[in-house]
């Protein structure tokens, strides 16, 4: 008896890992689908395209700028050079290109696209995983367990903003560095007798490289990380902690520390080098795409990048989206003050409460789980505060001079850290109205997942930055004509199918 069972462990963790190997497959094939539309390694070059070959081309040269001719208007000018306001993680990922340069010439957006997407789904499923561990034998924990799964696959987190681009592979690539982060800060602040120094070396090294990524979602993991640490910093100094403890603390927060501001100093280089300041990441007053008489110049002198006047705006652009009304004048609802402003509102109109409304209801859930502190075997304090920090790039884009569907996903970290803590308060619920809440939250995810795919089509269709075309047209005869130049073939046909006389 005994010499069959390593035997059947040994079978059962091969069919796990073949199990898990198979749903990161499926998951890494449906995005590039979707990323594709189906063309896979057919489809059309990226705009833009080659940004980060030619970055990382001219880096391994030691120059920061970068090929004119490749990102033409979305290029800043400076001093005779053109550089981009993009982060270098992207380009580092090409350093292969270097040693295989006939591929120089290759657009990999959308597979980088399609494998950052993936990391971030899989990233999310192992925590709740975790989250699915620490529940024990409580009811019903599989069943809250693949509806949270169910829709961090198919629903809002990653799936609506499948669209290729330049753009969009640096937000991809930050959102995937921040799910790792968070499935660890989220283990940090359950497992405590599990933690080990090189925990607090990874986040803090995730947290760098996303600087070097997309500064506005690193400022959140930077946050998060100095939350997480603080908690301990602060007991070792008490009148509970001795020398030992605060020598054990120091040794504990010292590397993470001088990590973080390694990256901080790379990025510094970075700037400087760029703008000619280690702390400016973008400049206006160089983009190719504004002339010196544009409008955008009078907002920045009034409001500047981020301003708080623009949160009532913003906070209607990405939860109640009343902004996309049309009014009797025949202009959106609050043109006036989006004028004034805003330099970019980027179509479609969305809303969290439709692409997540599962994700939202756990996170309010996870909210009072972590403020009321129900749990002693959670570090709620850390939790609390990195929660706190993850919330600042959600912050950032209620303040933001532009506005853009993309940007949505820096609210992302804030609402799955919270989300996690969640599925423990979910459960606790479940027990008590099992049918009703499984009937509730299925709904929620079905929407999320109908939601998730229909924002993507929108948002795939339509065009970069604002369209003053729909308030000329109105929203259905704007998108039917986004759709037909983007899908002729599909709109040519929808066309013939409803000219067919009805049969009799």
């Known amino acids: 008896m005994s010499a069959a069972r390593p035997a059947r462990e040994s079978s059962s963790t091969w069919r796990a890992t073949a199990v898990r190997a198979g749903v990161c497959g499926f998951i890494f094939f449906y995005y590039w689908t979707l990323l594709s539309d189906g063309k896979f390694f057919a489809v059309e070059p990226v705009r833009y395209g080659l940004t980060f070959n030619s970055m990382i081309d001219y880096l391994a040269r030691l120059r920061f700028d970068i ?7 979305e290029g800043f000018l400076r001093d005779g050079h053109t550089y981009s306001y993009f982060g270098v993680t992207p380009a580092l990922l090409r350093l292969p290109l270097l040693i295989l340069p006939r591929f120089a010439g290759v657009d990999f957006t959308v597979i980088s696209c399609a494998v950052a997407a993936s990391i971030a789904a ?16 409580v009811p019903y924990a599989g069943r809250i367990t693949a509806l949270a799964m169910a829709i961090f696959i198919f629903g809002g987190p990653q799936l609506q903003f499948l ?6 592979e640096a937000l991809n690539w930050a959102s995937a560095i921040a799910a790792i982060f968070v499935a660890m800060a989220f283990r940090w602040c359950i497992d405590v007798p599990g933690r080990q120094p090189r925990h607090l070396t990874a986040m803090a090294t995730l947290a760098g490289l996303c600087l070097l990524t997309r500064v506005s979602t690193s ?9 997480i640490m603080l908690p301990g910093v602060v007991a070792a100094l008490g009148k509970n902690g001795g020398r030992a403890a605060i020598l054990a603390t120091f040794r ?3 590397s993470p520390l ?10 510094a ?5 760029r703008w000619a300041s280690p702390l400016t990441f973008q400049d206006y007053k160089y983009y190719n795409s504004l002339l010196p008489d544009d409008p955008v110049f009078t907002v920045l002198n009034n409001y500047g990048y981020f301003n708080f006047r623009r949160i009532p705006f913003a906070l209607s652009y990405f939860f109640v989206p009343v902004w996309a009304i049309i009014g009797s004048d025949g202009h959106f609802l609050f ?7 805003f330099y970019i509102i980027e179509l479609p109109p969305a809303t969290f409460l439709a692409s997540d409304p599962l994700l939202c209801f756990i996170a309010c859930l996870g909210a009072g789980w972590l403020w009321r502190g129900q749990s002693a075997w959670i570090d709620a304090a850390a939790a609390r505060l990195a929660a706190i920090g993850l919330a600042l790039p959600g912050l950032l884009m209620l303040m933001a001079i532009a506005i853009t569907f993309r940007y949505r996903m820096e609210f992302y970290p804030f609402f799955e850290f919270l989300a996690l803590f969640g599925l423990f308060g979910l459960a606790r619920r479940f027990a008590a109205r099992p049918r009703s809440l499984t009937r509730i939250c299925a709904t929620m995810a079905v929407i999320s997942i109908v939601s998730a795919h229909a924002f993507l089509l929108a948002y795939k269709v339509g065009p970069w930055g604002d369209s003053v075309e729909v308030e000329q047209t109105g929203w259905v005869d704007a998108y039917r004509r986004y759709f037909h130049f983007k899908y002729p073939a599909i709109a040519d046909r929808i066309d013939r199918t409803e000219a067919l006389p009805p049969a009799h």
Do not use: E, K
């Open 67 to 73: 090929d004119p001719s490749i990102i033409l208007h």
């Open 122 to 137: 899989i990233a999310q499923l192992a925590a709740v995983r975790r989250a699915r561990l620490a529940m024990g034998d």
């Open 163 to 168: 669209r290729p681009s330049v753009f969009q």
């Open 219 to 227: 400022i959140g993991l930077y946050a998060a990380c100095g939350g």
């Open 252 to 254: 504990m927060v010292l």
């Open 258 to 267: 001088l990590i973080l501001l390694l990256w901080a100093a790379i990025c």
């Open 269 to 273: 280089t970075v700037n400087y080098q």
């Open 335 to 341: 043109r006036a003050p989006q004028d004034r402003l």
